[in-house]
């Protein structure tokens, strides 16, 4: 499986691009998003702001979309998942729309949210993994409209909020796998023999 990690200008890309590789996959990171439109699985890094993030991708963004929607396989990270929503609070920008909903600030006594959480969910893509502690940074969470979107949710201080998503066959995760030892590289695992069932 060959993956195409996106460089937009942030993120966390060379432990992205580790963690798919000791996984098993074909890992490449482009700064041309030109290339997403011709990849057979593309990866939307995490860390970084809604508008700096999607300013590089907007060219493409339709047609990134569609081939989202038609089924290529995705996996986007973090800020890289709430990219694939509509819009956001934390900028200006219109996101890809692949999922429709809006990312809003994270109501809670402690923001940024960091550290580690668990992820409740019966996806597929957890299959095979018991300690489903993965680790969490972000200010802002995904409010998907459609409630079949979201595959898995965690608890933080009291409230719950979605923070595993998917359509089509793109998934999107609120926490970091590449920053979440054993139970990040088994989840990515899954994904990589997610997307070589169905590339």
């Not at 809670?108 to 019966?122: D, F, L």
Request: charged share 25%.
């Amino acid at each position: 499986m060959r993956v195409t990690i996106a460089d937009y200008g942030v993120g966390n890309l060379h432990s992205v691009k580790k963690a798919f590789e000791i996984s098993g996959a074909k890992a490449a990171v482009t700064s041309d998003m030109k290339e997403l439109l011709g990849a057979e699985c593309i990866v939307f890094p995490g860390v970084g702001a809604f508008d700096s993030t999607m300013e590089r991708l907007a060219p493409y963004k339709e047609k990134i979309k569609e081939r989202l929607l038609s089924g290529v396989p995705a996996l986007g990270i973090c800020i890289g998942a709430q990219i694939l929503f509509d819009s956001s609070e934390e900028g200006v920008s219109e996101g890809m729309g692949a999922f429709r909903g809006r990312i809003v600030r994270l109501s809670a006594e402690r923001v940024p949210h960091m550290g580690w959480n668990s992820v409740m969910t019966s996806d597929p893509l957890m299959d095979g993994i018991r300690e489903r502690q993965f680790y969490f940074a972000h200010s802002y969470r995904c409010s998907a409209e459609d409630p079949n979107d979201t595959v898995g949710v965690t608890e933080y201080e009291g409230r719950e909020f979605s923070s595993l998503f998917r359509t089509a066959n793109t998934y999107g995760t609120q926490f970091h796998p590449e920053k979440s030892a054993v139970s990040g590289l088994a989840l990515i695992r899954n994904f990589i023999d997610f997307a070589e069932d169905n590339r």
